[in-house]
């Protein structure tokens, strides 16, 4: 099945989102996006997908910072460091991507009628850094 050029292919990018505004939240793309109003609504897959050209390019390039890489790559060394003085920087990730999930998307996430459990916004934390780190 070959894909048209007017086919638009939903990015879902909600739980990415959530992860760069917790790592890089001075960033330009922060300043000029509103999360609660800029973001819609796919409710098939029932998550948030960014439709606007100008903030898509802003976040790909983003996603592309070294900076961000690296800083993506920390956090995971310390989940996987055995010191709990090492992991201070992984819970404190989880911490704020629980906060800043639950500010920016929880207002929306009634209408699901389901709110997630910690154990899956966590799983969503850790592969959106596993997603930003890569390459």
């Known amino acids: ?21 917790c ?7 922060f ?5 609660k109003s800029d973001l819609d ?7 948030y997908t960014l ?17 961000v890489r690296r800083f993506s790559y920390s956090i995971i060394e310390s989940f996987l460091n055995k010191d709990q003085n090492q992991r201070f ?5 989880l911490r704020k991507y629980k906060y800043l999930y639950f500010r920016y998307l929880g207002n929306k996430l009634h209408t699901f009628n389901s709110f997630p459990q910690d154990k899956t916004i966590n799983a969503m934390a850790i592969k959106a850094l ?3 780190a890569g390459r």
């Open 89 to 93: 920087l992984a819970k404190q990730y």
């Open 51 to 67: 439709t606007k050209v100008k903030d898509l390019s802003s976040f790909q390039q983003l996603i592309n910072n070294v900076s």
């Open 41 to 47: 609504m796919d409710y098939i897959s029932k998550g």
């Open 130 to 132: 596993i997603i930003l």
């Open 23 to 29: 790592i890089a939240p001075n960033d330009q793309l």
């Open 1 to 21: 099945m070959e894909i048209s050029e007017r086919t638009r292919l939903p990015i879902k990018v909600d739980f990415l989102l959530i992860s760069l505004l």
């Open 31 to 35: 300043k000029e996006l509103s999360i």
